[in-house]
Nanobody
Framework: VQLQASGGGLVQPGGSLRLSCVAS????????IGWFRQAPGKEREFVAA????????YYADSVKGRFAASKDNAKNTVYLQMNSLKPEDTAVYYC????????????????????WGQGTEVTVSS
């Protein structure tokens, strides 16, 4: 699986951005696509996860109610709509494809994602 993330940029606090992640190669309907982010000097952390087959979408508590993941199976694309952005959302955002179907207790762990895109930088600043 190859993943290409895009859509990052500079935005003011309170603003919005939409990230895209295009997948190519072999994908599995029940394997989630995860969004992660890594701020300078910090570990990479889970943001959201969605399956091509639909079902529950998972979010980190820090973004719940502000971010929304969605998908377009016809375009092999997963999106992350980010609203009400805060300076603490500043990070490089990565999309990743899981190595298995995963369950609720494991879907947030970055070690369960085998394929990673190159990242897109998001800066929230006035």
């Amino acid at each position: 699986v190859q993943l290409q993330a895009s859509g990052g940029g500079l935005v003011q606090p309170g603003g919005s951005l939409r990230l895209s992640c295009v997948a190519s190669g072999r994908t599995f309907r029940d394997y989630p696509i995860g969004w992660f982010r890594q701020a300078p000097g910090k570990e990479r952390e889970f943001v959201a996860a969605i399956r091509w087959s639909g079902g529950t979408i998972y979010y980190a508590d820090s973004v719940k109610g502000r971010f929304a993941a969605s998908k377009d199976n016809a375009k092999n694309t997963v999106y992350l709509q980010m609203n009400s952005l805060k300076p603490e959302d500043t990070a490089v955002y990565y999309c990743a494809s899981a190595s298995g179907a995963l369950i609720a207790s494991t879907i947030r762990r970055k070690d369960n994602y085998a394929y990673w895109g190159q990242g897109t930088e998001v800066t929230v600043s006035s």
